[in-house]
């Protein structure tokens, strides 16, 4: 939980117009949103307690990014 009390949320999405449709709903239902927009990124964020996750990345897919981070 993020330490306002809310869940954090890490929003892993290359295109805006989709990421900032999901941060507006989900920061409207009291979370706390972070957004990144590729695989490298996300992987390097600090672990939220969601990950929305893209498959489709500039660096690598989204697939990849779960693999990585399962193993932090």
Known sequence: MSD???VDV???EDDDAIDSSLATGLTSAGMSVRR???GTDAV???VPDIYLLDVGLPDFD???VCRRIRQL
């Open 10 to 12: 890490l929003i892993v």
């Open 44 to 46: 390097a964020a600090k």
């Open 4 to 6: 306002n009390g809310g």
């Open 36 to 38: 990144v927009s590729n």
């Open 62 to 64: 989204g697939f990849e």
